[in-house]
């Protein structure tokens, strides 16, 4: 079978929405086409958002970071309470964290690749010349896209796959796991958008004369 009914056959299978249609469609190597479309398209997508909608841009990431944060700080200390106070345990309280944790950690290193917070070698590439440095960046770019292609299209596998063996968080009667999985392919959507972002700011500086490397400060309202 050709790439092309592959993809047609995915697009079809999401069309139905069944997931166990989508679990196998999603077996076929069609699924790096999808996976580099929704990548792409989706990241250009969210910019656009992000364009129209500032406000989105800067809280939508940061938000979900806090309140993933201050419920597994709840949930923990509630935990401790019931343990040692009442004697008793939920049973979900072992296993809901760390889910948590996953998202706080893909959505921070989102808005983290838009500070340029991740190996950025400042000190290094400042004294590059300035076509070095662009290039620098331009690799960057290409390379984070190809990890967002990557993740993006392995974990639409994993999240076809949970839903469709109705896999539920352990110690739950009715959480699915894909709702938690499927937060990933989101995240690193947005992060492909981030890197758009710093893509665009890029060619903007060189055509301009502004500094290319900048040093990057975790936390630092996005630009």
Known sequence: ???????????????GRDSYDISQALRADGAWVVGTMITLFGGALVVWIYKIAPFVERHMERSIMVWSYLAIAAIIFWGVIDRFVFSNQQPWSTTIPP??????????????????????????????????????????????????????TTTLRVTANSASNFQIVLGTDDVM???FILTVPL????????????VLDDLANWRSGEPLIKQAVIGEEPA
């Open 187 to 198: 995240a690193f959507t947005m992060m492909a958008a981030r890197v758009f972002q710093n």
């Open 1 to 15: 079978m050709s790439i092309l009914a592959e993809v047609g056959e995915i697009f079809a299978a999401f069309g």
């Open 99 to 152: 889910l948590l944790f996953m998202i706080m950690a893909w959505f921070g290193c989102s808005y983290n690749v838009r500070l340029r917070t991740h190996l950025s070698f400042s000190e290094f590439r400042s004294r590059m010349p300035r076509a070095g440095q662009m290039a620098c960046l331009m690799m960057d770019a290409a390379l984070w896209l190809i990890f967002c292609v990557m993740i993006v």
């Open 177 to 179: 796991q894909w709702w």
